[in-house]
């Protein structure tokens, strides 16, 4: 518990490169050449993954870029004081203090309380100025383990005696004027979290304010006590992250900003708690509305577009797994049984076993074992695609009402399925019922049936009115519109299935696992429940939307292979990783390209998408599985001609990228300086 910083982590007035990729590097070798890590890229990507989600820079000069890595084996922190400050994305500008927090995946929680409370120290001002006024590796040593409490306690009148008890302060303070109650957290929870908390303490003693934080971090939370939420004035969330119970605020005046908002304004976010606070039509937390929009006053300052796109958003990702994990399922039932297995499998799976393998099956089969092997994973697969409208319904009811609208969601799904409503009558169904719940939770109610609203009444009226309404009046035309649209999807050929391959090309590449590219995707797997060997039109837009969607990543790692010179050193290294992540088809592996260079790498990527979506369709290539890209091969019709579609696309979105890199707003890279090796 004593060595989580030692000397050879150390580095002092050294100039480790232009930029954060640089300066991260270099700590991740430090600690691998220490012997706490199994190697320092893996813990490189990690921690530079993790910085690209959120800037790491923090006010004051100080930067704590952090994770948790598979390659750490022991909990550990690299620090380093730059003669070259570099750019982490304060807003005060480039950080000289850098401390990198590598912590295992498995880390225990006395480790874990340990580097929440360094970061909390790094707030404190009388410890980063006796950081910057460390003569040697082990002052720096001393200071943080006596901040952290691991030494006995240092001579008065020495830096680390300042830093000491800068780092174990308390509030102090007069009577406090209001009462605000904080919650933070961060997709990590290993420093932004805890950072955030000691900021918004700190800002609210200046201004007279008794502020309590809950902190949901990885070194664990302790939940406000209920009396102490009640009797708080507003709540502030600083938050990247769902609140976990968000329901215990429910009441309350509320904002809502990013963690790191916590960080750089916490006085600005107590202001504006105190200000909706005092403002009688200023949002409230709805307990009924929980994660998903969680305010009253929300939806008055949210569009009914804005809500629509994320109610619908929400029902897709939560559908997503079921596809993906069921389309791959029934592609291996396909690799073993053949795909002939679909006459063979309800009977297999019932009448037979291990002990008692299959006699009749199909010629495609590999033998007794592969048809009831392939039986059973064709079954399980399909039996999760059912799930797909119900739980796309289940979850687009969750976004407008939390829990209570989850099962009448998944009823009214199920009516659409059985009525053959399909991919649009899940969408309708679970907003009537998310909707519906919504509308009763905000009714009010006596407090002897306040218990029973979210469990009972509110699934039970919300699925006889939304579920109602799709039998009586709404399944039977949304069925007859889907059966029009499947019988022109079956009759799709030659000019017109070109022209829906480069519409899905474009959505695909536009925004890289987006809305737009989940929309595009979540009508591609809706069309496989409709599909059979008379109507095999969405295996073939399956396989146009799964094509485009490598594209992308595949481009950019060959753009930097051709044109070395026109990406930087960190951009060589996405690269890499890359080609497996669009072999894999896994469109967000451009998105480090397209955020530094959005202008030529979206435009570059939708021409190749749209010349791979339409090349896929006019080679009657199709894709009976949702996902898994190349490694599907198996179940992908026209293999040969798919994987043409695709390398025509890879190469010219590649070209055009070089090209527009190198002629139109032509702006040199900047190269990163070389990494001092490690002492």
Known sequence: MTDLLTTELVVLDASLGAGSAD?????????????????AEGLFADAYAREQKTATGVPGGIAIPHCRSAAVTVPSLAMA??????DFGAKDGPADLVFFIAAPEGADQEHLKLLAKLARSLIKKDFTAALRAASSEQDVVALVNDALGLTAPVEAGTPAAAAAAAASAGDGGGRPLKKIVAVTACPT????TYMAADSLVAAGKERGLDVQVETQGSAGATPLAQSVIDAADAVVFAVDVDVRDKERFAGKPYVQSPVKRGID???????????????????????????????????????????????????VSYMIPFVAGGGLLIALGFLLGGFDITAYADTIVVQNNLGNLPTEFGSQAWGP???????????????SMG????????????????????????VAGAVAGFMGAGFLGGIVGGLLAGYVAHWLATLPAPRWLRGLMPVAIIPLVASIIASGLMFLVLGGPIAALTAALNTWLTGMSGATAVVLGIILGLMMCFDLGGPVNKVAYAFAVAGLSAASADNTAPYLIMAAVMAAGMVPPLAMALATVIDHRNFNATEHENGKAAWLLGASFISEGAIPFAAADPLRVIPASMLGGAVTGALSMAFSAGSKAPHGGIFVFFAIDNFLLWVVSIAAGVVVTALT???????????????????????
């Open 23 to 39: 300066v991260i590097r270099h700590l991740a070798g430090r600690v691998a050449d220490a012997g706490r890590a199994a190697e």
């Open 81 to 86: 004081r730059l003669s070259r400050p570099v």
């Open 189 to 192: 929870g290993i420093a932004h």
């Open 265 to 315: 304004e916490p006085g600005v976010m107590l202001d504006e708690a105190l200000a909706v606070a005092a403002d009688p039509s200023g949002r409230r937390v709805v307990a009924a509305r929980g994660a998903a929009a969680s305010a009253s006053g929300g939806d008055r300052q949210e569009s009914v577009g804005g809500k629509l796109k994320r109610a619908l958003l929400t029902g």
């Open 369 to 383: 074992l592969g048809a009831y092997l392939g039986a059973v994973l064709f079954k399980i697969g399909a039996l």
């Open 387 to 410: 799930f797909l409208v119900p739980a796309l319904a289940g979850y687009i009811a969750y976004a407008f009402a939390d829990r209570p609208g989850i099962a009448p969601g998944f």
């Open 657 to 679: 990228t070089i090209a527009l890199k190198r002629y139109v707003g032509r702006k040199a890279p900047v190269a990163a300086e070389p990494v001092p090796a490690a002492a």
